[in-house]
């Protein structure tokens, strides 16, 4: 059997919901971006994570220099 995936994005999914109103869509699309910031959030600690675990790290004095010769005028 073949199946056909489509994938919609999420104001595709917003505007096929026809019985909400504009204040309705507008917290929807707050909340779902709220969510989408909390899934790059996590994947960021995760990230992080990883990178603590597998050494690659730097002391905060380092990075502090490599800023200030980079935007100091």
Known sequence: MLTVQVKLSVEDIIASLDNLDNDEREKLQYA????QNDAALDEAIKEA???????????????MREIKAKYAR
């Open 49 to 63: 994570r990883e990178n603590i675990k597998n050494g690659r790290i730097h002391a905060h004095e380092e990075v």
């Open 32 to 35: 779902l971006y709220d969510l």
